[in-house]
């Protein structure tokens, strides 16, 4: 096993481990998901460069769009979820009570 791919591998891995383990707030399941995209660009990246075909070079840019768009509507939630419930909490966020 490669350095970089345990690297990679580990920060995907550490990535989910906090989204289990630690979802008190909203923000921190954000900046979890975060860095789980965070590292697949990463390992994306580096496998399109060590492959060196033209045509795999355009799927990290995609990925990385998506994240951007990830991102901003997960911010546009927690925003959202602020104001009507009044924290970022997640125990607040319970469907059946809708």
Request: charged share 5%; hydrophobic share 50%.
């Amino acid at each position: 096993m490669s350095s970089s791919f345990f690297t990679f591998t580990s920060a995907f891995t550490l990535g989910i481990m906090g989204l289990m383990l630690h979802r008190v707030h909203f923000l921190s399941a954000l900046l979890c998901l975060e860095g789980m995209m965070l590292s697949l660009f990463m390992a994306i990246s580096l496998w399109s460069t060590k492959t060196g075909t033209g045509s795999y070079f355009s799927i990290p840019m995609f990925l990385l769009t998506f994240s951007a768009c990830e991102a901003g509507v997960g911010l546009a939630l927690m925003v959202a979820t602020t104001r009507t419930h009044g924290t970022d909490h997640l125990k607040n966020l319970n469907l059946l009570q809708c």
